[in-house]
């Protein structure tokens, strides 16, 4: 098992101090990124949230933040910049 700290979306509410409405509305379309900063176990709906990506991210600046997903998402995590 790994060390890794996965949290729910009340969970990551409390920690972050956003709502969770506002976690699933508008951060998790614009900021979080599926499969980076979020997956969905086993396919099904519910979504669990990798604190380790959410927390190293939260402190790059948004020009970073903007660079680094600017560009087309891959299958394998990368981007292809246009």
Same mark, same amino acid.
């Given at each position: ?5 996965? !949290?729910t979306?009340e969970?990551l509410? %409390?920690?972050?101090? =956003?709502?969770c409405?506002?976690?699933r509305d508008? !951060?998790?379309d614009s900021v979080?990124? %599926?499969g980076?900063? =979020? ?6 709906r519910?979504i669990l949230y990798?604190?380790s990506?959410?927390?190293?991210d939260?402190k790059m600046?948004?020009a970073?933040?903007?660079?680094e997903?600017?560009g087309?998402p891959?299958?394998?995590g990368?981007?292809c910049?246009?």
């Open positions: 098992m790994s060390g890794e700290t996965y !949290l979306t969970e509410s %409390e920690r972050i101090k =956003y709502d409405r506002t976690i508008r !951060l998790k979080l990124i %599926e980076k900063h =979020y997956f969905r176990p086993f396919g099904g519910k990798i604190w990506a959410i927390e190293r939260m600046g948004s970073e933040v903007q660079a997903t600017s087309i891959m299958a394998a990368g981007y910049n246009v």
